[in-house]
């Protein structure tokens, strides 16, 4: 393994080792000191760090959490506090390093309490998402500001803030019950979606895909399927979704790094596990009988995947779900999707027409993908000179280098 490969392999595992360690501090020490909480996470990653240079021990997670144990015992020694959880009866005891370890419920439980608590409803829904990135996905501060595109220094004001409101509620929240997830739940699952959102649409985030957040995504989803307060028809609605479009990652930048757009993307590198595992996810959402927005856009996305071409997609069943989809979530992007659809059944003109008639449409001037697609359906109507003043102002509008490559690629068909 390659210097890069491993420090690679050290940040993955750091990081997701990091909230669950963090999850179960705050468990035993309390919600109000999740700050400690972070300290001690801090410490016992540099302490690996230092001890790991030559080579990884037996038992990687069992020798964090060995040391995470022992650093509470020198906090507590040094502040002399006895809470009601760490007595001097109940302190964790002394343990070796190389001690294995086993993964337990309890860490479950742990994570699923630290992520409903991160979705306060004090909390704005990127609050609620900044917040989980953080305690329950172990991302540092600079790495959320990256992802929301925010100074550091103010990121780290903003993450303090929501911490003070977690804090300040005094417990965490408890989800053992289905009555009791019930209420955060909503929350929960639109964290998790726009997490998913940022690392695939690159919707908040300077890179095309960041895969990392995807399966940061998934898993914290598939933590809530597999707990029974929590599991539901719509969380696996949403494991469909992710998994779906999760499988068409490996298709999404060409060898030059510029994206590519879902009609011009080689099917055959598509994941073929990922589909199965979100074809299997959505049947299982069937169950109830309840259709929620997660449950439309699955099923859209199923129809994509599932279809051998462009040519040989079934439009006008992807149309018909875009306005079910649209009737439930009213927004810009909602009816671009439809618009789109509905041009491949009725030509690129009503297409148009229709882009151009969106509620709200003002909303869309700084989402790269609407001058794509005004760009795109003008080439096909055959007007050169109004696509290329569409992927103009894409390209003025693109995020990242992968876009701008893509619009770039645009550009040269209308003027050839």
Known sequence: MSKADAGQVLATLFRRQSGRMTAALVRMLGVGRIDLAEDIVQETLLAALQAWHTELPRDPEGWLFAV??????????????RSRVLDADTLPEET????????????????LRMMFSC??????????????????????????????????????????????????DGQLFEVSTREQARERMPAVLTAIYLMFDAGYHGSVVPEPVRADLCADAIRLATLL?????????EVDALLALMYLH?????????????????????????????????????????RGGEVTTYHLEAGIAALH??????????????????????????????????AIARAQVDGPARGIDAILAIPGRERLEDYPFYWAALGDLSLRAGDRGRALVWFQRGSKAARNDAERAMFARRILECVD
């Open 119 to 168: 979705c306060h409803p004090a909390l704005t829904d990127d609050g609620r998402t900044v917040l989980i990135l953080r305690l329950v996905c172990g991302f540092g501060t600079g790495e959320v500001a990256c992802a929301f595109l925010a100074d550091r220094a103010a990121m780290e004001k903003r993450i303090a803030r929501a911490k003070r409101i977690i804090a300040d």
């Open 96 to 111: 070796e390093a190389e001690a294995p370890r086993e993964e337990t419920a309890d860490e479950s439980a742990d994570l």
């Open 225 to 233: 399927a597999a707990s029974p307060a929590t599991a539901s028809a």
């Open 305 to 338: 995947v599932m279809s051998p071409s462009v040519e040989a997609t079934p439009w006008g069943k992807i149309a018909d779900l875009y306005e079910r989809l649209y009737a439930r979530k009213p927004t810009p992007v909602v009816a671009l999707g439809r």
């Open 246 to 286: 999760a499988a068409r990652m490996p298709a999404r930048l060409d060898a030059r790094g510029a994206l590519v757009p879902l009609e011009h993307q080689d099917r055959s590198l598509w994941d073929a596990e990922l589909i199965t595992r979100g074809m299997e996810h959505l049947g299982a959402s069937a």
């Open 68 to 81: 995470m144990r022992n650093r509470v015992r020198d906090a507590f020694r040094r502040e002399r506090v």
